[in-house]
């Protein structure tokens, strides 16, 4: 990750561990928001002081700054890091009779997907760019609505936002706007009212104005699109925001 700010990630991640923190107040800029795309922390908008914003390290953050941390570490007669047992003990150890080591095996990192069940909504882990934070206000505009359709959900989190602990703390995560998608509120409708399909339970049928028997459904869950302000994105950048509010 070379364009990675280690010793702003490094700050985020120490406070993150304090019990008595639990995040550090960093500056916006380019090096925050590329530890936010690489899925290294995550953002509280609702939490600013100045030019800083609240931030947290996710559990990817910690493990890349381990990993820098643990490489970066001088190397002592090229027997291992100065902290390691194997800075030593490895030659001439009476157990391994004089010999080195065998090199420790790592296992391939396990990927875990989005589970599509309304009741583990809120427990995967997101493993996206996108971050999830807390804190979320639903602005006082309703949010757009738009036809059920679409695939776009397997793209987003959705299910990594956990249930409304209030009316005004709610997960939700943002999505930029870009060159293909210039308008992201109007272009991610179909995605949300297609995710709260999934979410949702049929509970029976009934025939439309079509004559067409349909499913009707009850959402346990639900989620919603809103439009970023620049006092609630990061930067002040267009985007939109989806939040669970159900």
């Known amino acids: 990750m070379s364009n990675i700010n280690y010793a702003m990630l490094a700050a985020i991640v ?15 800029g380019d090096d925050l928001n590329a530890l936010i795309t690489a899925g290294l922390v995550i953002v509280n908008p609702g939490m600013v002081n100045g030019s800083q914003i ?31 047992a194997g800075g030593f ?9 004089g010999g080195t080591a065998a090199p420790a095996t790592t296992s391939a990192p396990v990927v875990t997907q989005p589970n599509p069940n309304a009741a583990n909504v809120g427990s995967a882990e997101n493993k996206t760019s996108f971050s999830i934070v807390g804190g979320f206000v639903p602005p ?38 870009s060159a293909e998608m210039p308008d992201p509120v109007k272009s991610l409708t179909s995605a949300v009212s297609a995710a709260n399909r999934r979410y949702a339970t049929i509970t029976g049928t009934k025939t439309n104005k079509k004559g067409k028997t349909v499913n009707v459904y009850k959402r346990d869950v639900e989620f919603a699109v809103f439009a970023g302000t620049q006092d609630n994105t990061p930067n002040g950048v267009k985007g939109a925001w989806i939040a669970r509010t159900k």
């Not at 120490?14 to 916006?28: H, S, V, W």
């Not at 931030?55 to 027997?79: L, Q, V, Y």
């Not at 003990?89 to 009779?97: H, T």
């Not at 006082?140 to 209030?166: H, I, M, N, W």
């Open 54 to 84: 609240a931030a947290k390290a996710t559990d990817a953050g910690m493990a890349e700054h381990d990993r820098n941390e643990n490489e970066s570490k001088p190397m002592i007669s090229g027997f291992g890091s100065a902290d390691q």
């Open 140 to 177: 006082a505009k309703a949010p757009r609505t738009a036809p059920v359709g679409g695939a776009a959900q397997e793209k987003y989190p959705f299910a990594s936002l956990k249930a409304p602990r209030s009316a005004t703390d709610l997960d939700a995560f943002f999505v930029p706007a």
């Open 89 to 97: 003990g490895s030659f001439g150890d009476p157990a391994n009779n």
């Open 14 to 28: 120490l406070a993150t561990r304090d019990a008595n923190k639990n995040f550090a107040y960093t500056e916006q």
